[in-house]
């Protein structure tokens, strides 16, 4: 069944349309044509049988009657035109264009992480006629000291350090002991591959120089708008547009752009905020939160509360123990402690360093590859584990409570305080290495 056929009967069995007999709209559009169209090959269909000559609802010129012809260019093309009779009647009609001619698509991405950039890298290789642009919020002030930063102590030009400012949350969160509990030949782009990478389990600050490097390479750096905050979408229906409302956090002013697609890729531990305790705010202290560390705050012989014991808060403890004078760690609810994301086993508080001899190996691209088909394979099978009750979860249940309870062997009563009274995976667990023997060893 060809393609105009097919509409033809979508149309029919739908019901809401009944074409006219084979001797009246047909014959009137191939009278109106006439001579013009019989050098480019026109074929008229004739519809249906005679017996439908009248609308389905018993008024013949209540609807439209659809009709379409074939014709002949460089390309088959063909148009489609909604017919009526009555008063007031409207038509439609499909542009004749040959069907590879591209239209314009205009694009908005919100977000310059790592889907933000993926985005850029490939929606301009994949679809013609784009219009692109990214939205990254980025506030005056980090950008403003990254800036400072690089443009002062590094001798770059101002136009180099904007393009140093895209990354996402690896951007954002720099706090002490930052870094990703994916081993980092998994967590990486497929059409990029990364084989230089330092340690197993990346810190922040060579994820971020990876996926800004992809960034510029692939030049994504001029879709981005950067410190341009999307404030809503809203979806207008009889254009078939996105109405976007932008606003421009250098100028702090607001403008309006009409889409055709939006993409989300702002993340999902986008908007921290500090938590709603009653006095907090008559704290006279340095306070901050762990996505917006203060780095100019010395934490040597100070007395430290830190609050929260999700993935951040298990590598931050381990990290400034060592250094301030007294730390208090505050949990709401307990957590599971695992032994690791990758193949290393137990993890460790120290770097697990990839040997200069084995990065050398990746220039083999077969070598390369099966490496990472063995990482990932160890990494992508876990997934039976999420079941609670399976005999992976009980598996796991049993190996991470050995496992913490043998970090805190100097401390017994920690014992019944820190083993989660729900199985493993219905929070997210996390390595966490170095953070039970710093309780262990709290001073």
């Given at each position: 069944?060809?393609?105009?056929?097919?509409?033809?009967?979508?149309?029919?069995?739908?019901?809401?349309?009944g074409?006219?007999?084979?001797?009246?709209?047909?014959?009137?559009?191939?009278?109106?044509?006439?001579?013009?169209?019989?050098?480019?090959?026109?074929?008229?269909?004739?519809?249906?049988?005679?017996?439908?000559?009248?609308?389905?609802?018993?008024?013949?010129?209540?609807?439209?009657?659809?009709?379409?012809?074939?014709?002949?260019?460089?390309?088959?093309?063909?148009?489609?035109?909604?017919?009526?009779?009555?008063?007031?009647?409207?038509?439609?009609?499909?542009?004749?264009?040959?069907?590879?001619?591209?239209?314009?698509i205009?694009?908005?991405?919100?977000?310059?992480?790592?889907?933000?950039?993926?985005?850029?890298v490939?929606?301009?290789?994949k679809?013609?006629?784009?219009?692109?642009?990214?939205?990254?919020?980025?506030?005056?002030?980090?950008?403003?000291?990254?800036?400072?930063?690089?443009?002062?102590?590094?001798?770059k030009?101002?136009?180099?350090?904007?393009?140093?400012?895209?990354?996402?949350?690896?951007?954002?969160?720099?706090?002490?002991?930052?870094?990703?509990?994916?081993?980092?030949?998994?967590?990486?782009?497929?059409?990029?591959?990364?084989?230089?990478?330092?340690?197993?389990?990346?810190?922040?600050?060579e994820?971020?120089?990876?996926?800004?490097?992809?960034a510029r390479?692939?030049?994504?750096?001029?879709?981005?708008?950067?410190?341009?905050?999307?404030?809503?979408?809203?979806?207008?229906?009889?254009?078939?547009?996105?109405?976007?409302?932008?606003?421009?956090?250098?100028?702090?002013?607001?403008?309006?752009?009409?889409?055709?697609?939006?993409?989300?890729?702002?993340?999902?531990?986008?908007?921290?905020?500090?938590?709603?305790?009653?006095?907090?705010?008559?704290?006279?202290?340095?306070?901050?939160?762990?996505?917006?560390?203060?780095?100019?705050?010395?934490?040597?012989?100070?007395?430290?509360?830190?609050?929260?014991?999700?993935?951040?808060?298990?590598?931050?403890?381990?990290?400034?123990?060592?250094?301030?004078?007294?730390?208090?760690?505050?949990a709401?609810?307990?957590?599971?402690?695992?032994?690791?994301?990758?193949?290393?086993?137990?993890?460790?508080?120290?770097?697990?360093?990839?040997?200069?001899?084995?990065?050398?190996?990746?220039?083999?691209?077969?070598?390369?590859?099966?490496?990472?088909?063995?990482?990932?394979?160890?990494?992508?099978?876990?997934?039976?584990?999420?079941?609670?009750?399976?005999?992976?979860?009980?598996?796991?249940?049993?190996?991470?409570?050995?496992?913490?309870?043998?970090?805190?062997?100097?401390?017994?009563?920690?014992?019944?305080?820190?083993?989660?009274?729900?199985?493993?995976?219905?929070?997210?667990?996390?390595?966490?290495?170095?953070?039970?023997?710093?309780?262990?060893?709290?001073?």
């Open positions: 069944m060809g393609f105009p056929a097919l509409v033809h009967y979508l149309l029919l069995i739908k019901g809401d349309y074409p006219k007999s084979k001797g009246e709209d047909i014959a009137t559009e191939a009278q109106t044509q006439g001579d013009s169209t019989r050098g480019n090959n026109t074929v008229a269909h004739d519809g249906s049988s005679s017996s439908q000559s009248t609308d389905r609802l018993g008024d013949s010129h209540s609807h439209f009657h659809p009709q379409w012809k074939w014709k002949w260019n460089w390309n088959w093309t063909w148009y489609w035109t909604y017919g009526g009779t009555g008063a007031g009647a409207t038509a439609f009609q499909l542009e004749e264009h040959p069907i590879d001619q591209v239209r314009p205009k694009v908005g991405v919100i977000g310059a992480g790592l889907s933000g950039i993926t985005a850029g490939l929606l301009p290789a679809l013609p006629g784009l219009d692109l642009r990214i939205y990254d919020k980025n506030s005056d002030v980090v950008c403003s000291l990254l800036k400072y930063y690089l443009f002062m102590r590094t001798s030009k101002e136009d180099e350090a904007d393009k140093c400012m895209q990354g996402g949350t690896w951007f954002e969160n720099t706090y002490p002991g930052v870094r990703c509990d994916i081993p980092a030949h998994v967590y990486q782009s497929n059409f990029e591959p990364n084989t230089r990478w330092t340690e197993e389990f990346a810190q922040g600050a994820i971020r120089d990876y996926w800004q490097g992809i390479k692939y030049d994504v750096y001029k879709y981005i708008r950067a410190q341009h905050k999307v404030e809503r979408a809203e979806w207008v229906p009889n254009k078939g547009k996105w109405k976007v409302t932008v606003r421009d956090l250098k100028k702090d002013e607001e403008y309006e752009e009409e889409l055709d697609v939006v993409l989300n890729a702002i993340g999902h531990f986008n908007a921290w905020k500090l938590p709603a305790y009653p006095g907090i705010h008559d704290f006279k202290g340095p306070l901050f939160h762990s996505s917006n560390w203060d780095h100019s705050v010395d934490l040597k012989g100070k007395r430290v509360a830190l609050i929260g014991n999700g993935a951040s808060g298990l590598q931050v403890l381990p990290s400034i123990q060592p250094i301030a004078a007294h730390v208090d760690h505050y709401r609810n307990r957590t599971w402690i695992a032994d690791s994301f990758g193949t290393v086993g137990v993890r460790r508080l120290e770097p697990n360093l990839i040997p200069p001899e084995t990065i050398d190996s990746f220039n083999d691209a077969d070598t390369y590859l099966a490496y990472r088909k063995k990482i990932e394979s160890g990494y992508f099978s876990r997934f039976g584990a999420i079941f609670r009750g399976s005999e992976e979860n009980t598996g796991l249940r049993e190996k991470w409570s050995e496992l913490m309870l043998r970090r805190v062997t100097g401390k017994p009563e920690l014992a019944e305080k820190i083993i989660p009274d729900f199985p493993p995976n219905c929070r997210r667990p996390t390595p966490g290495p170095g953070y039970l023997y710093h309780h262990e060893r709290r001073r």
